[in-house]
């Protein structure tokens, strides 16, 4: 039997006899077959999922941060997450670009749930001495946003909370701004003297988004970048439809990501 042959067996004897286990995903991650290093993890739509990491990082041991923030990326949300190192290396790649190329400003997430992709962001503003500003309700949706194109969507994501997502990010927690409640209602005059180099918008529905691409873009130097979660994965029409607006409106254009949730980014050219 091929060695590929015979990890792959290995592997689905423990994904049909475990549960999700941390600790055997981080081993998997990083599983070498005659110099062949993948990435391995489980998400709700496939039992797992089988992939290279970049050259850059195998070849060359670039990026060493992928280890840190794998977990990070993953904790209290290994199923969904866990088979994503597609997002995550996405998110790793672009972040460092953009600091790279000294785009000034800080970071920003709307839409934090637990963390995942916050601690990503907390991670390279911190290693660039910028903040990163948290907003959320920390609470879930709220009613005000489910109507018009959002009003058949369930009450989600109540089941977190700031000191949650504080652990998950760990020792980066000190560059992030909280700022718990409903968004746009919490933007501060402190938030709009600011710059960002880097956001995350992640809030699912049509008005926050629409809400955050027009509050964020005005304050991005040319070069930063948006991260737009659930573009082209088909569960939320809303955020779809704000992004598909404001491209019409800016003049912007999107790159769609083939991870799980159909992630759609840009880099400010206007
Ligand atoms: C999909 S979750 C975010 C996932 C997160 N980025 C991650 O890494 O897993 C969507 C979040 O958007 C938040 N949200 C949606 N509308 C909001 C609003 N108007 N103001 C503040 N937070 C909002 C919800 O509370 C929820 O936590």
Request: glycine residues 8%.
């Amino acid at each position: 039997m091929s060695e590929l042959k015979k990890f792959l067996v290995k592997l689905k004897g423990y994904l049909k006899k475990r549960t999700p286990d941390q600790r055997i995903l981080n081993r998997l991650h990083t599983q070498e077959i005659k110099g062949m290093i993948f990435k391995v993890g489980r998400s709700k739509s496939s039992p797992f999922f089988l992939a290279y990491h970049p050259d850059s990082y195998f070849a060359f041991r670039a990026h060493p941060e992928f280890d840190e923030l794998y977990p990070r990326f993953t904790a209290h949300n290994e199923v969904n997450n866990g088979g994503d190192s597609t997002r995550l290396w996405a998110f790793i790649l672009n972040c460092k670009q953009v600091l790279a190329e000294g785009i000034q400003g800080d970071f920003a997430e709307l839409g934090v749930w637990r963390g995942n992709t916050a601690s990503i962001l907390a991670k390279f503003a911190t290693s660039a001495n910028r903040k990163v500003l948290l907003y959320d309700t920390f609470e879930g949706f709220k009613e005000n946003d489910l109507t018009g194109i959002d009003a058949q969507k369930e009450m989600d994501f109540n089941n977190t909370s700031i000191d949650l997502v504080g652990k998950v990010i760990g020792e980066n927690n000190a560059n992030c701004i909280y700022v718990k409640g409903f968004f746009p209602d919490t933007i501060t005059d402190d938030h709009r003297t600011r710059q960002y180099a880097v956001v995350s918008l992640d809030c699912d529905l049509y008005a926050p988004t629409k809400a955050g691409l027009a509050f964020f873009y005005e304050r991005m130097p040319k070069g930063g970048i948006f991260f737009l979660h659930d573009y082209s994965s088909l569960h939320w029409n809303g955020s779809k439809l704000a992004i598909d607006e404001f491209c019409k409106e800016s003049g912007e254009h999107i790159i769609l990501m083939p991870d799980k949730s159909g992630s759609a980014f840009f880099r400010k050219t206007l």
